[in-house]
């Protein structure tokens, strides 16, 4: 069985949630390309990323704007609070950390958190293979499995953000995400058993 890897850069966005039960410390990641090699300790403003239509976007702005998407999920105590840039040796998982940069991108939502909620979007990508994006501790309860387009704006506007033509997300195939699929909001389990189970 073929193994697809992380890279060749990867963003990891750190953010907080604040669930009735105390303040939960998570991270999603995704995967792109830049335009050059930069070095560890780099000003990350400098930096620019490939998009999927052509051309390429300064990395800093497009994940302050995927992130503003992100935050329509979260209340106001929800606050994505850095984002990190790492670079992976090829076909493996051993990765060199780059750059780290503050967002300070509070929730904008008016709904309250769901305890151990989990929402999940997923994108075909060029390539053929799927790329998801995870959120955990979201203001969604569990719902079956809806195809793009939904009916809920927020879930749309980020499935367009995240796959349109200006998108810098990569799968682990190598494929820029092209299509959203599916959202699935529900309950993660392992998040549930470490509160109930401590």
Known sequence: MAINYPGPYEVRVQYTALPASGLKAHEFRFSCSLTTTPVPGVDPTTLNAHQRGGGNTNLVQKVEDLVTFCAELYPATGDFNTAELWEYDPGTFNATWIATWTLGIPGTSGSPIIEDSQTIFTFRTTAGGIVKLDLRNTIHSSIAT?????????????????????????????????????????????????????
């Open 146 to 198: 809806v195809p793009f387009p939904t009916s809920n704006s927020d879930w749309n506007d980020i499935g367009a953000e995240f796959s349109d033509e200006f998108t810098i997300v990569l799968g682990r195939d190598g494929g820029f995400a092209v299509v959203p699929l599916n959202a699935l909001a529900g309950t993660n389990e392992r998040d549930f058993k470490k509160r109930l189970r401590p």
